[in-house]
């Protein structure tokens, strides 16, 4: 709440650095309002981010955030080849990780126990050798149905916490209705 408070009180400044900009005539002066200009709306960007990973807490979200704020501090703050080649190198990094980490369903399982909703739970059973109930549902959002339905939980939506036995469910996103990782 803060956050968003701070990020709206900025927005003023910003349309006056806009308008400071295009009145200015001297160049360098122009110059300088633009990169004030920058760092206020690459701030106020990374502060949108900011809030979007604390609300989402998906690892794309903190990525996102990740490469915004190396962003701003190329653009703004980089002095020399150096500075630009370690920012390129790590931006590109980023973006192998969430093509190639972030988007790949089974190497996420792996690494933080996340599934799809429409994974079979035998297939959990098997590959993952976890002793969920299988004749409960076909698939793992099923599963998370009938248990909240156990558990008296009418309404599933993100972040709902589910226990089963000795097993903890958490549903981390949500698309039209349906939860898409549990």
């Known amino acids: 709440m803060i956050i968003l408070f701070s990020l ?3 927005v003023p400044n910003l349309v006056r650095y806009a308008l400071t900009i295009m009145r200015t005539t001297d160049l360098k002066q122009n110059y300088e309002f633009l990169n004030e200009f920058l760092k206020h709306a690459l701030l106020i960007v990374v502060g949108i981010e900011l809030i ?3 609300l ?3 690892h794309e979200a903190i990525l ?3 490469l915004f704020v190396i962003a701003r501090k190329m653009l703004l703050y980089s002095v020399d080849l150096v500075d630009i080649l370690i920012g390129a190198i790590s931006i590109g990094l980023i973006f192998a990780i969430i093509k190639f980490v972030v ?3 089974k190497l996420m ?3 933080d126990n996340t599934y799809s909703a429409s994974v079979p739970v035998k297939k959990i059973k098997d590959e993952y050798k976890l002793n969920i109930p299988q004749d409960m549902s076909n698939t793992l959002g099923g599963l998370v149905y009938e248990i909240a339905k156990i558990e008296g939980i009418d309404e599933i939506k993100e972040n709902t916490r589910l226990i089963y036995g000795t097993y903890k469910f958490k549903v981390i996103s949500m698309k039209d209705g349906g939860y898409s990782k549990n």
Do not use: F, P, Q, W
């Open 56 to 58: 989402t807490k998906s």
């Open 8 to 10: 709206l009180l900025s």
């Open 109 to 111: 399982a792996k690494i």
């Open 52 to 54: 979007e990973m604390i």
């Open 64 to 66: 996102t955030l990740i």
């Open 103 to 105: 988007k790949d369903e």
